[in-house]
């Protein structure tokens, strides 16, 4: 094939396939349902960060999720805090339970200062997403 017939038939594959990327992109991001597609009974937990408060609590995901469409800022590096229900303060951020049963503390995501993971517990340093990550890792070694 002639260079001259090349480049084109390379630039019409280019945009087809981000097209395709696009169109993937939209399907799985609007498919979901969104906010409404996350059921009432998923909880996700809550701690004030008012050092006179420091209430822990659950509270639904779907509710937790409309706070953040309505008061976040597409600008800021953070999420908005809650308004705490313990204090009133809008002091409270979403929370990380640890699943070390000998550890069980309630901590706001990423406040371990090591930031590998933002469920590391700061008191145990345990990470749920570093265990199973660790499981799947040591099945998928076994398997091959």
Request: hydrophobic share 30%.
């Amino acid at each position: 094939m002639e260079e001259s017939n090349k480049k084109p038939i390379m630039i019409g594959v280019i945009v087809v396939c981000i097209a395709v990327v696009g169109i993937i992109t939209y399907s799985s991001l609007s498919g979901g349902g969104g906010v409404d597609g996350i059921s009432e009974g998923e909880m996700t937990w809550v701690k004030c960060n008012n050092p006179n408060c420091k209430a822990e609590y659950q509270m639904g995901l779907k509710a937790y999720f409309k706070y953040m469409e309505e008061h976040a800022n597409p600008m800021a590096p953070t999420t908005p805090p809650l308004i705490c229900k313990e204090c009133s303060e809008s002091s409270a951020y979403r929370a990380e339970k640890c699943e070390n049963p000998d550890c069980g503390i309630v901590f706001i995501e990423g406040s371990s200062g090591l930031e590998t993971f933002a469920d590391r517990c700061p008191k145990c340093k345990q990470s749920a997403t570093e265990e199973s990550r660790k499981r799947r890792k040591a099945a998928k070694e076994a398997g091959q």
